[in-house]
Structure formats: C-alpha cells, structure tokens
C-alpha cells in the first residue's frame, strides 16, 4: 500500500500507513502560511478491501467547520469525481472505502488540472472576437493570463470575471468554463447578443503558483491575494498588481470574483454595501442582479451567505470593494459550497464540477439581463 501526493496540486501528509485498516493522515498547510484545508492525494492498494482513512488535526485547520458535514471527493479516473460518506468529530474526519481498482486519487474538490486551464486559454483565443494575453509573471514565473472578449467601441461596458484568487477553490475554474461556453458558442445569442454591447476581461486562474503547489488559499510565498487589492506589489502579490493595472487601463463596469466557501452549503453573493461609495444606484444594480438569477436557476438563493458589512466599513484590501470603491459598479463575490448544495442534495456527486459550470452558463444569461443598467 502506498499513499503519493508529488504531483500538481497534490497535498498530504502520511502519519502512518502500514495498515488498510487504519491510514491517517494529516493537510500540511499553504507554504509559508496557516492556512491548511486542500488536500489531494493518490492511494495505490489492493482492490475490493476495506480501507479506513483519518483526516487529524482538522480542529486546527482554516476552516474547521468546512468538514462538518463534508464528504470526501474521490475519483478512479480523474475525469468523474463522486463522493465519499464521511464522519466529523470536531478533529479528525473518518471515511472507509473499497477500492474497484489499484489506484484511486482523494481530494478536497475536483481538481481543475493546470493542462486544463492551459486548454480553456487557447480553446478560447481561437474564437474570432477572443484575445489572449500573458499580463506579467508570478513569482514561481507562471503566466498571469488574460483573455479580452469583444471588440472595444465607444459605448462598450467592460465586465470583468476573475477566479482562483484562492487556488484550492477550483470550482471557480469550473464556473468559467462554463461562462466561457456560452460566450463562446455562435449557436447562443445570448453570447451573441452580450458581444455587441459589451467586452469580457477574464482572468480563469488568478492563483496558477499555489493551484500548482496545493495551496488552499494562498500564493507562492503565503500571501493571501485577496487582501492586496488596496496596495499590491510585484514582491508580494504580481498576480493581483498586473490585473489591477490593466483594470484602471479598462475601467470596469461590472466585477465577478468567483469563489468557493468551506463550510456555506449554498450558491450565493456578496456585495460591497460597506463600501464609502456605496448608493442607490449601486445597490439597485445588486438588487436587480439577484432577481434575474433567483428566476433563471433554483442552485441561487439569497437567505443564506456572508453579514452584510456596516456602511463605511468594508475592508479595501478586498477585491470586490476596492473595485467597487475605485470604480463604483456592480461588483459582486460570487460563492459555491465544496460540500452539497443543501436545498437541492445530490448524495452522489455534491456540488461539482458538472454543476459550476452549468451555474457559471447561468450566470452568463444573468448578466445579459442587467447589462443594459451598468
């Protein structure tokens, strides 16, 4: 029996594994950080035996009440991702598996693999009205790209759609593929109809040195990149720095940063209502938004998500406030559980990989029913 994690975005930490009947493990955290949660890992055993694996020490990682009623992702063929029943006891998360084949990968969420990402790029660019561009470079020298939908016109709104800030939440790669199909598709008009009236910046992964590393939430050297967003540096945070500068070159019309949270079960957004520049007219903009998605699908919902902030108060180093402050438009944090979506349960998948992208298709028809208010 063997346990590996020396690949992309792998991470575990093996405590002992002499037994099936009892693996445990523990999450090493993000490099040069606290924050532990990501994991993803490969076990190599015999089939059709029973194998007991043990999450510990989860009392002390980021988000410990993400596990609560968590279940694990697991996968044979790294393309379906299913479910695993797993067991929270406020530290230690149990499950027991019997494996169908010798190899079998375990992870916090479906992985959304770096050749993929390197896919969604260059499948897009071959798109007539498509652009693609390396920014600067991070400081592992990976690409910081992005893509430029639509040709620029006076009267053109600039809609901005980044993900990945916190790399472990790939879900957030998942929902831009989905956007990026409907854009794309010249069968769909309302991609179509959205291109004659509007030019896309997106950004699919903001974070490739810590997808790349197994962070959770953080980049190469620790910095958590949505907190930079008030003064960014080439030092710390490249990522956020090139992607802020092009935005003041573009100017924004309407932001999405897309997200995942560890231990919410629902589809939902936050605003930016504590924001100085907060008005009627920023908040009639978040108002509308939310109708359209609450009548185009059932996986969005709006009694369940993060406290509003007092006016005045929010905190800038955040990416949808100081867009929102610098820019005052439309700006939302769009968030996907890791767990299930709670009101409409899949016992064997949770929320997917299938199910973002779908909901990032969705989302896409939304924002073509409040263009015409930015």
């Not at 993900?163 to 957030?172: D, I, L, N, S």
């Not at 540096?233 to 500068?245: A, D, G, K, Q």
């Not at 997200?259 to 629902?266: L, R, S």
């Amino acid at each position: 029996m063997k346990i590996f994690s020396n690949f992309e975005s792998g991470n575990i930490h093996v405590v002992l594994a002499d037994s099936p009947d009892d693996i445990q493990l523990t999450i090493p955290a993000d490099n040069q950080s606290d924050f532990a949660q990501w994991f993803h890992f490969r076990l190599e055993s015999q089939p059709d035996i029973s194998h007991h694996i043990s999450l510990q020490n989860l009392s002390t990682s980021a988000y410990p009440e993400g596990w609560k009623e968590y279940d694990v992702v697991a996968s044979y063929d790294r393309e379906e991702w299913f479910r695993i029943p797993a067991e929270f006891d406020g530290d230690t998360l149990t499950f027991t598996v019997i494996p169908e084949y010798g190899s079998m990968y375990f992870a916090y969420f479906a992985p959304y693999p770096y050749d993929r990402h390197l896919d969604l790029l260059h499948q897009a660019q071959t798109h007539f009205h498509c652009r693609l561009e390396t920014l600067g470079a991070t400081l592992d020298n990976h690409d910081i790209s992005l893509l430029t939908i639509g040709e620029p016109a006076d009267g053109k709104k600039n809609i901005w759609v980044i993900g990945r800030q916190h790399p472990g939440e790939t879900m957030a790669e998942w929902f831009i593929e989905g956007l990026l199909q409907r854009l794309l598709d010249a069968t769909d008009t309302v991609g179509r109809a959205l291109l004659d009236n509007v030019v896309f910046h997106i950004v699919p992964n903001m974070n490739p040195d810590g997808s790349i590393r197994g962070h959770l939430r953080t980049n190469a050297i620790g910095v958590n990149l949505n907190r930079e967003w008030q003064t960014p540096s080439l030092e710390r945070s490249p990522e956020v720095y090139y992607v802020r500068e092009r935005m003041l070159q573009t100017g924004v019309d309407m932001f999405l940063d897309i997200h995942g949270d560890e231990a919410i079960p629902y589809n939902f957004v936050a605003g930016s209502e504590g924001v100085p520049a907060y008005d009627a007219r920023m908040e009639g903009l978040e108002k509308a938004f939310k109708r359209v998605l609450l009548t185009i699908t059932p996986e969005f919902q709006d009694e369940h998500g993060y406290e509003k902030n007092v006016p005045g108060t929010a905190n800038l180093t955040v990416a949808t406030n100081w867009v929102a402050q610098e820019f005052k438009c439309l700006a939302y944090t769009v968030e996907m559980p890791f767990k299930d979506h709670i009101d409409y349960p899949d016992e064997f998948y949770g929320w997917s990989p299938e199910r973002s992208v779908a909901y990032g298709q969705d989302v896409l028809a939304g924002i073509w029913a409040v263009v015409d208010k930015l």
